[in-house]
């Protein structure tokens, strides 16, 4: 009965609550960023509305993953002040039920937006990310192409230990390549193999290379007019086929008959963790895949943390003036965590601080000063 009445008074009122801030803060940032946008998006479109629609459309989940911990942090603060005020907190804690038993409803209510967070920030956001990007890229002409096989891949250059590689296309799962350049350097970086193939085929552990042409620029001649040695072909002639054990896995072009991946929210957490061949392969450090993996991991906490800063209110003494300025001081936390979360991470992935540093080191110092806070306001 007891824990009908809690939830009634705590869990469905910062549910309810936070669902409308989240749907508020999100279309009023999102109007915000469409104004800030209109010119670009605009620049080469014929239909307007649609041109705006799609762009609002494929801007919202990012949004959304923005602003539901500051919207969990607003509805917490909201139901504990009212509940404050009215001298209910007071009341319960007189009826022996402690603090915890209210922050447990409220962390539930924290868990659900956190799971809400999380389902958006890797299974909808990314896509939007990609879509978004790919269109960016073309100034915004046209419209995004919805759908994994829908655009071929751009040309682009992947790196792996000593060995270069330049695909012009490939299938949605990697394994047929079109225009590929394979260069294979030395420890001192001198070149030691170049091969052309307009064809590749994933074959278990080889690739199967058709109409192959491997330039020796070691035999090369330098003419008298010009600075760049002439390509001089040896033995592989044109039209010939070559099966070689060539160090790349079809995984790592999976992605490329999508779009070009580069950026954190572009990667789902289930990406990260079945793709670290595709991140590698950019030649970015190893501590960046796992910056990343850390970070989807940690995003949804901050839906929890926002729940432990709005907590000392509760203790706070009904006086409208100080709890009205009480209540202004944790938004301003909420809004310091949310701002160091993120200084800490682009730290971290610019080499400056270690990653589980980066991941870690704001939800703990938050806990910490809440459960300090709480315990000053539980002695006055």
Known sequence: MMNKIMARYFFVPVLSRGLFIVFAMTMLLLLFDVMANAEDV??????????????????????????????????????????????????????GFPLYRIAGFLLIAGGLFAVLQFSLANMVAPQSAVLLNQWKSLDYQGTPQIGKNAAPMKAIWFKKGNHLFYVESASADGKYLEGLRYLERDENGMLVRYILAEQALYMGDDWKLSQVREPDFGRAHISNNEDVPQVAEIDIGDGEELTIPLPLQPSVFSYGAETQKHKAEEFGIFDLLSQRDYIAAQGKPAYIYKLWVLQKISQPLACLIMVLIALPIALRISRRGSLLSFGFLLTLCGFFYFIAERILFALAESAQLPVFVASFAAPLTAVIIMAWLALMQERS
């Open 42 to 95: 605009l620049a080469f479109q014929d239909h307007i509305l649609s041109a705006l629609l799609i762009y609002a459309g494929l801007r919202l989940p990012l949004i959304a993953v923005t602003a539901i911990p500051i919207a969990v942090l607003l509805s917490c603060l909201m139901v504990l002040s009212k509940r404050v005020n009215t001298q209910e907190i007071i009341a319960l804690r007189a009826a």
